[in-house]
């Protein structure tokens, strides 16, 4: 019983998301990974698949460089793990010093966020809380409210990304 009504509801959106593709809703997300072992570059790559699947295109960043992510009129999902003592992890590091440094004009840049963290740090997610600050100062808006993860506790965090992007798909804000 579960199984059919799960795939009944997956049919479902599927038409929905084929009829917003054909009406022109569908949209172009650049994916953004910061990442240092890994697990985050798997989440995302789940989050592209997901999109892709509901009739959207992607672009996915696993080292993000300014000279190729679109800063100009895009929509950004970005994935960002904490590192260290509360950094951000290796890949996304020098891409969001270059954005604090040029103060980059995200103005017309629309965001979602991810972030991923453990609850046993002092600092749990706080990349993905400096993200979400310096998006806001340079003119970002967001598209939806941010996840955090607490890779502490979630033992499905691919599956909370899924539902988090169903939820603000069905709402029209993605
Ligand atoms: C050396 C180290 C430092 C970490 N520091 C933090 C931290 O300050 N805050 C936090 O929320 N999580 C912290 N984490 C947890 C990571 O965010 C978590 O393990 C995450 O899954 C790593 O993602 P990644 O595999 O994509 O790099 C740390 C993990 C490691 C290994």
């Not at 799960?6 to 809703?25: M, P």
């Not at 994916?31 to 592209?48: D, H």
């Not at 970005?78 to 040029?102: K, N, R, V, W």
């Not at 990304?161 to 709402?171: K, Y």
Request: aromatic share 8%; proline share 2%.
């Amino acid at each position: 019983m579960i199984r059919v009504g799960f795939k009944r509801r997956k049919n479902a959106q599927q038409i929905y998301h084929w009829i917003n593709s054909i009406q022109g809703i569908a949209m172009h997300f650049h994916i953004l990974v910061g990442t240092t072992s890994g697990n985050t570059e798997y989440l995302a790559e789940e989050v592209a698949r997901q999109l892709n699947e509901e009739g959207h295109t992607t672009t996915l960043h696993d080292q993000p460089d300014i000279t190729e992510v679109a800063t100009q009129n895009a929509k950004w999902i970005a994935c960002i793990a904490t590192h260290g003592a509360g950094e951000y992890a290796d890949s996304i590091f020098p891409f969001m010093q270059t954005l604090d440094e040029q103060n980059t004009d995200l103005s017309t840049v629309q965001y979602a966020l991810i972030g991923i963290g453990d609850s046993s740090y002092d600092t749990f997610n706080q990349a993905g809380h400096d993200a979400q600050n310096l998006f806001t100062r340079l003119g970002a808006r967001k598209l939806c409210e941010p996840l955090m993860i607490d890779m502490l506790t979630e033992i499905d965090p691919e599956g909370v990304a899924i539902a988090w992007l169903d939820q603000w798909s069905d709402q029209r804000a993605l």
